[in-house]
Nanobody, 114 residues
Framework: QVPLVESGGGLVQAGGSLRLSCAAS????????MGWYRQAPGKQRELVAS???????NYADSVKGRFTISRDNAKNTVYLQMNSLKPEDTAVYYC????????WGQGTQVTVSS
């Protein structure tokens, strides 16, 4: 069973929106925190948003006010609503626990054109 499956990426113009989804196995979802990470070409993977089991949320400064993380415990799914997208948001987006403990999924590509 693949533990993490990301979806929802695509090509969007600057200022547009996308909603990413991450389906996790139940055993993973019971862990306290989940997060969305991204990796742009030539850069290290970075954590952009996280959410605890009690719905406490944290965001990287670069996405604060534009991205919103949420979770649906009944569906073992984590979402990332991305608004006002910028070209610098272009990256492969991954979900994982925080800190990351699980083998990375395939990610989902987000490309923002200027």
């Amino acid at each position: 069973q693949v533990p993490l499956v990301e979806s929802g990426g695509g090509l969007v113009q600057a200022g547009g929106s996308l909603r990413l989804s991450c389906a996790a196995s139940g055993s993973i979802f019971s862990i306290k925190s989940m997060g969305w990470y991204r990796q742009a070409p030539g850069k290290q993977r970075e954590l952009v948003a996280s959410i605890t089991s009690s719905d406490r949320k944290n965001y990287a400064d670069s996405v604060k006010g534009r991205f919103t993380i949420s979770r649906d415990n009944a569906k073992n799914t984590v979402y990332l609503q991305m608004n006002s997208l910028k070209p610098e948001d272009t990256a492969v987006y991954y979900c994982n626990t925080v800190p990351y403990l699980i083998a990375w999924g395939q990610g989902t590509q987000v490309t923002v054109s200027s």
